[in-house]
């Protein structure tokens, strides 16, 4: 048993939130938080490896009330929209969601964002660790669009694993069969506002509830639980085994500010015929045409398991340094050790020999393809 953990050890004053759930998560015998998005995100509240095979086998519910949503609306809020992201906003229909990227004018990558198309001109942005609000309201301050932005008091929460789609019908009913990989709906569990998505952070089948009341986190945390025990439901933190399995980079350390799209296999989020200007169009063109200089790549390192980093790994190749590991990890169902490189484009190569320089010292890893696991995403979109 986890000694409770006393968080005037991590805080002092009121500066970091605490999510709507936050209680509950305290209760159900979280070990430890990390700071993202200015809020205590959830670690986790068992052993990794056995919340991983809970995600594998049943269903989990973890607090990523840290996705902190930024609302677009107003009459130009379509064509603001379309401004800070290379994806083509008018392929996502009112009712449906995109994975997006924020990109710089340099074609740098500013956040990866879940987003929601609520109506024609009212999008949500459910956001990565970065302030989005601040750079958004500052490309609107010179664009001349008339557009509302602000940050919404709402509150995911991702309920994940093969069992989540009976326990959500069993809360939502005959509407969540039907509902399509990211898709959603709004509506009340009893008198609780919620929307209710088909998307995650995990590589599985799941879900998402956007609590749209935060005074009742407590009431649809419980709603949750009691709904799942008969599918042995457990609360968790990330699973950054299953994320790596699934090729899902994480904002801030496998992407960031100085990468962009075509160097993180995220090209297909860029689409440079669109009719709409965006930021750092012309950028990317150049990147396209020139062609990246490194690359994400998949690696697979040799020896005992590994724990999950948590600094970022020199790569290299023969006597010269020529990259870092972001993040690497042990996968329980492969056996193996497994993780992303950043590398110039010569050593990403599939078959690529490369050492890695770990905390317990000098490795061998092989470039291989990622994703790991399921690279057509079947699971989630079952």
Same mark, same amino acid.
């Given at each position: ?15 970091? %939130? ?7 998560? &305290?209760? =159900?015998?979280?070990? @430890? ?7 205590? +995100?959830?670690?986790? =509240?068992?052993? #990794? ?44 229909? /009112? ?5 997006? +990227? ?8 500013? !956040? ?8 024609? !001109?009212?999008?949500?942005? $459910? ?12 490309? $609107?301050?010179?664009? *001349? ?15 994940? @694993? ?5 326990? /959500? ?10 509902? *399509? ?7 009340? #569990? *009893?008198?609780?506002?919620?929307? /209710? ?9 799941? =879900? ?18 009691? $709904? ?8 968790? *933190? ?7 399995? $699934? ?5 801030? /350390?496998?992407?960031? +500010?100085?990468? !962009?799209?075509?160097?993180? @296999?995220?090209? &297909? ?21 020139? @062609?990246?200089? %490194?690359k994400l790549c998949g690696v697979e390192i040799e020896g005992a398991r590994l724990e999950f980093n948590m600094t970022r790994w020199p790569v290299r190749a023969g006597d010269a340094a020529v990259g870092e590991i972001t993040s690497a990890i042990y996968s329980p169902r492969l056996k193996k050790n497994i993780g992303y490189a950043m590398v110039p484009v010569a050593h990403a190569a599939l078959g690529t020999r490369l050492e890695i320089e770990t905390p317990d010292g000098k490795r061998g890893a092989v470039v291989v393809t990622m994703p790991f696991v399921d690279p057509t995403k079947s699971t989630a979109k079952s």
């Amino acid at each position: 048993m986890h000694k409770p953990l006393d968080m005037q050890l991590i805080q002092r004053g009121a500066r970091l %939130r605490r999510s709507p759930y936050f209680e509950a998560t &305290r209760r =159900y015998g979280c070990w @430890g938080y990390t700071v993202y998005n200015h809020m205590f +995100l959830p670690i986790g =509240y068992d052993d #990794l490896e056995r919340e991983y095979e809970k995600l594998l086998n049943d269903v989990t519910v973890w607090d990523v009330s840290v996705e902190r949503n930024l609302e677009i609306a107003g009459p130009d809020a379509f064509r603001f929209m379309s401004l800070l992201t290379p994806r083509d906003v008018s392929k996502c229909p /009112v009712g449906y969601g995109k994975y997006v +990227l924020l990109t710089a004018e340099d074609g740098g990558i500013v !956040n990866d964002p879940v987003l929601l198309r609520l109506e024609e !001109n009212r999008f949500w942005l $459910a956001a990565a660790d970065s302030d989005i609000l601040l750079w958004a309201k500052g490309v $609107a301050y010179g664009s *001349g669009m008339n557009v509302s932005l602000r940050e919404l008091d709402v509150a995911p929460m991702q309920i994940q @694993g093969p069992k989540s789609r009976p326990l /959500v019908h069993d809360l939502f009913g005959e509407r969540v069969p039907s509902l *399509g990989y990211y898709q959603f709906f709004e509506t009340k #569990l *009893g008198d609780i506002p919620v929307i /209710v998505t088909r998307t995650g952070w995990t590589g599985e089948l799941g =879900y998402e509830l956007y609590l749209l009341d935060p005074a009742r986190g407590d009431d649809l945390w419980e709603r949750v639980m009691d $709904a799942g025990r008969k599918y042995a439901i457990a609360p968790t *933190g990330p699973s950054d085994i299953r994320r790596i399995e $699934a090729g899902i980079l994480n904002y801030g /350390v496998d992407m960031t +500010l100085a990468t !962009n799209p075509y160097e993180v @296999g995220l090209e &297909r989020l860029v689409d440079l015929g669109k009719p709409q200007p965006f930021i750092g169009k012309d950028a990317l063109k150049r990147v396209k045409t020139e @062609g990246a200089r %490194r690359k994400l790549c998949g690696v697979e390192i040799e020896g005992a398991r590994l724990e999950f980093n948590m600094t970022r790994w020199p790569v290299r190749a023969g006597d010269a340094a020529v990259g870092e590991i972001t993040s690497a990890i042990y996968s329980p169902r492969l056996k193996k050790n497994i993780g992303y490189a950043m590398v110039p484009v010569a050593h990403a190569a599939l078959g690529t020999r490369l050492e890695i320089e770990t905390p317990d010292g000098k490795r061998g890893a092989v470039v291989v393809t990622m994703p790991f696991v399921d690279p057509t995403k079947s699971t989630a979109k079952s």
